[in-house]
């Protein structure tokens, strides 16, 4: 509650924060700015041809007259803190346009804010200061929450190798060449050859120079890519390093995705007398594990687990490319499972690459933006594992199993162990002494 609770100087010598609405009268002291009078607008003519405060320079800025006797009177030239605007901008986001402060409808309409994210660095001083102001501002009745934000996240920096030369100055990535020769990672100049240390995986730094510039990533791989790479890497949680082997990993990964893409368009094209039966076996299968990747998918999106989602992307397309792999040698049954898994896979691709996304989208013949789009429903009767897998024991021993439906009555699984070549063979024509059936668990023939 009050652990190092401190006063907190607000004024700032500078002019980028907002002007405190004072007035200092050689008579009269210290008065606020009359409310008819504010909101005090910075001038825009400002220079910064000198040190100090450019407000303090300003040729007529400060200079003003008294609210209370009229006469010459200083405006306060310290402006705030920018902690102030940044401890309440969220109630204000609330009613962009009210004439006062907050409008408290709007604010409780609005907050708590449900999710918050930010960088390790706000994770103290500003996420204090707005629980402080937001404390405050129920008591003034600006909004009716006592805690600003349901939910908080940092996440991770974007880390880098660093390289140092000889001479003991950083080199950026992009004058590097990186070779492997047996195993032992090296890095030279690209232009001259000479030898660079690796150094250690670090922050990106301007004064390290391992910094990777967004729009040369973006120019060579696109955005997709970019993104792609760093909601894959690691926990957003944790740092994230980047490398070229990572990015490339990405690239490979968007292509086969529009090649999938390319190959259902074209099998759909061949398959036209293809009878589909949407209860076979292998086409449920297929379903069900589209099915289950969005279930697990949307839920390791909305818990922020975007690498766990992207694994799961990972198998689900992993599942497609197989089955199209099969059909595109003889189309079956499963053609619609197929289809529908791989628009679901579309789906779900888009929150992270949603360029490629649309156009696989569109190239499989859909309607509208898949960002319109609502996401794919989940069959929760295919989420249930409905085979199920009962060890048979001989003796006490484990010989064979069954793979029956859950919930498999009694009788029926008797019939199928009984049937089993291993219990024929060693039954030699006898009944068993004992059947033992813990039906979904476990069978037991003494013999
Ligand atoms: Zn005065």
Redesign the pocket.
């Given at each position: 509650m009050n652990y190092r609770l401190r006063d907190w100087g607000i004024s700032r010598q500078r002019y980028w924060g907002c002007p405190i609405p004072i007035i200092h009268?050689e008579?009269?002291g210290t008065l606020p700015v009359p409310k008819k009078d504010l909101p005090v607008v910075l001038p825009a003519d400002v220079s910064f041809d000198q040190p100090g405060n450019a407000l303090e320079h300003h040729p007529t800025w400060k200079h003003t007259h008294?609210p209370?006797?009229g006469?010459a009177?200083r405006r306060e030239t310290d402006t705030m803190d920018t902690f102030v605007d940044s401890s309440w901008y969220f109630a204000r986001f609330t009613a962009p346009h009210a004439s006062t402060p907050t409008d408290p409808d709007a604010a409780s309409a609005w907050l708590p804010v449900d999710q918050y994210i930010g960088g390790v660095e706000h994770a103290i001083l500003h996420l204090l200061y707005s629980r402080f102001f937001t404390r405050a501002m129920q008591q003034t009745g600006h909004v009716a929450v006592a805690e600003p934000f349901k939910g908080l996240f940092t996440q991770g920096m974007v880390t880098h190798e660093t390289y140092k030369s000889a001479s003991g100055e950083w080199v950026s990535p992009t004058e590097v060449l990186l070779e492997t020769t047996a195993d032992v990672r090296s890095a030279k100049r690209l232009d001259t050859g000479a030898p660079l240390t690796i150094g250690p995986i670090e922050k990106m730094s301007k004064s390290k120079k391992n910094v990777v510039d967004p729009d040369e990533i973006v120019a060579t791989y696109g955005a997709d890519t970019a993104r792609w790479f760093m909601l894959s890497d690691s926990p957003p949680e944790r740092d994230v390093q980047w490398t070229e082997a990572g990015v490339e990993g990405a690239s490979r990964f968007q292509q086969r995705v529009w090649r999938l893409v390319g190959e259902i368009v074209a099998l759909s094209e061949q398959s036209k007398d293809i009878v589909i039966k949407n209860d076979d076996k292998e086409a449920m299968a297929l379903r069900k594990i589209a099915h289950r990747a969005v279930h697990t998918i949307a839920d390791d999106i909305e818990g922020l687990r975007f690498n766990r989602a992207v694994a799961q992307i990972y198998e689900l397309t992993n599942a497609l490319v197989r089955a199209a792999g099969i059909m595109a040698a003889a189309p079956d049954t499963r053609l619609d499972a197929l289809k529908d898994g791989v628009g679901r896979l579309v789906q779900t691709i888009a929150p992270m690459m949603p360029h490629l996304a649309e156009t696989c989208w569109a190239a499989l013949g859909h309607k509208g933006l898949v960002a319109d789009a609502p996401w794919p429903e989940v069959d929760p009767a295919l989420l249930v594992d409905d085979e199920i897998i009962i060890p048979v024991q001989i003796n006490g021993k484990r010989r064979g199993e069954l793979n029956v439906a859950r919930g498999t009555p009694v009788a029926e699984i008797e019939k199928q162990v009984l049937s089993l070549d291993t219990i024929v063979r060693m039954l030699e024509g006898k009944a068993p002494k004992k059947l033992v059936i813990v039906p979904d668990r476990i069978v037991n023939v003494v013999i």
């Open positions: 009268c008579v009269c008294c209370q006797c006469g009177a």
